[in-house]
T-cell receptor, first 114, second 116 residues
Framework: GENVEQHPSTLSVQEGDSAVIKCTYSDSASNYFPWYKQELGKGPQLIIDIRSNVGEKKDQRIAVTLNKTAKHFSLHITETQPEDSAVYFCAASILPSTLGRLYFGRGTQLTVWP | GAGVSQSPSNKVTEKGKDVELRCDPISGHTALYWYRQSLGQGLEFLIYFQGNSAPDKSGLPSDRFSAERTGGSVSTLTIQRTQQEDSAVYLC??????????????FGPGTRLTVL
């Protein structure tokens, strides 16, 4: 099955700096890559996603890039704010054949210091 | 509207006891997923329901784990003869069908299970 690796496991940045989280996947058939943000005591929430026919997607301060050849994708957060502090998970899926099952990375604990 | 809800939010049980965890998905969502989140780990897929189709149980770690979904809505995850390694947060998610190759899963807040 699909294997998703995520790095780093922890990341500390100063408010206003950028943060980058990287993930790799093993199955070249994966075609859907969402990123989830999980705040303490809550379930994960989708913040951005990308499909394999797109190389980059941006939404205000967050962006995701995908390199299908290298099988890796990254989350970029610019102008970080303390409220960005949370655990971020990347995931991969093969739609529709795996029926939406998501394969998650182990998560990155992002801390933004004021 | 209302999101995915789960109950109880916390459950403490003794080793060997059975537990039931409940998930109420978003109304109209046909797909329902259960995941397990162990300390410091990512989310591990357990089981998937889609409409009236047979569930995908490929992620269940042992035959002590089972789940059902009644009337295409509420789902219950049952763990029999709980073990300490079952301690984790159990998350439920629901989604619409895969319109345009897109599948946003909406997660509930989870049930934290502690097996003593």
């Amino acid at each position: 099955g699909e294997n998703v690796e995520q790095h780093p496991s922890t990341l500390s940045v100063q408010e206003g700096d950028s943060a980058v989280i990287k993930c790799t996947y093993s199955d070249s058939a994966s075609n859907y890559f969402p990123w989830y943000k999980q705040e303490l005591g809550k379930g994960p929430q989708l913040i951005i996603d990308i499909r394999s026919n797109v190389g980059e997607k941006k939404d205000q301060r967050i962006a995701v890039t995908l390199n299908k050849t290298a099988k890796h994708f990254s989350l970029h957060i610019t102008e970080t704010q303390p409220e960005d502090s949370a655990v971020y998970f990347c995931a991969a899926s093969i739609l529709p054949s795996t029926l939406g099952r998501l394969y998650f990375g182990r998560g990155t604990q992002l801390t933004v210091w004021p | 509207g209302a999101g995915v809800s789960q109950s109880p939010s916390n459950k403490v049980t003794e080793k060997g006891k059975d537990v039931e965890l409940r998930c109420d998905p978003i109304s109209g969502h046909t797909a329902l997923y259960w995941y397990r989140q162990s300390l410091g780990q990512g989310l591990e897929f357990l089981i998937y329901f889609q409409g009236n189709s047979a569930p995908d149980k490929s992620g269940l770690p042992s035959d002590r784990f089972s789940a059902e979904r009644t009337g295409g809505s509420v789902s219950t995850l049952t763990i029999q003869r709980t073990q300490q390694e079952d301690s984790a947060v159990y998350l439920c998610a629901s989604s619409l069908a895969f319109a345009g190759g897109y599948n946003e899963q909406f997660f509930g807040p989870g049930t934290r299970l502690t097996v003593l």
